[in-house]
């Protein structure tokens, strides 16, 4: 069993940046890791999804170019380093790992979830 937990959200103006990182509890290499957003009143969409040992990320369409994924293997720590923040951005962010098969960017596969941590962007 591991234990995520997200930092790093806040609040920031349209065109900014924020770096949310997500600190696991055992070996992060061993679970495949993915970010998912989730706003008000829509349903919750995967942003990003790095595969075990970081050999594969994939990203949204509505982030790619602007959201990168990397990862800290010493600190067992998912970082998704989010630029050219739009107010659509805005969302509930929560940082998943799968101990089984990459899910990617199907959210019933990922079999821990961290608490989530708030995103706002403002225009």
């Known amino acids: 069993q591991v234990q995520l937990v997200e930092s790093g959200g806040g609040s920031v103006q349209a065109g900014g940046s924020l770096r949310l990182a997500c600190a696991a509890s055992?070996?992060?290499?061993?679970?495949?890791m993915g970010w998912f957003r989730q706003a008000p009143g829509k349903e919750r969409e995967a942003v990003a999804a790095?595969?075990?040992?970081?050999?594969?990320?994939s990203y949204a369409d509505s982030v790619k170019g602007r959201f990168t994924l990397s990862k800290d293997n010493a600190k067992n720590t998912l970082y998704l380093q989010m630029n050219s923040l739009k107010p659509e951005d805005t969302a509930m962010y929560y940082c998943?790992?799968?101990?089984?098969?990459?899910?990617?960017?199907?959210?019933?596969?990922?079999?821990?979830w961290g608490q989530g941590i708030q995103v706002t962007v403002s225009s």
């Open positions: 790095m595969s075990r040992r970081g050999t594969t990320t």
């Open positions: 998943a790992a799968a101990s089984y098969n990459c899910p990617i960017f199907w959210s019933p596969g990922y079999n821990y």
């Open positions: 055992g070996y992060i290499d061993s679970y495949c």
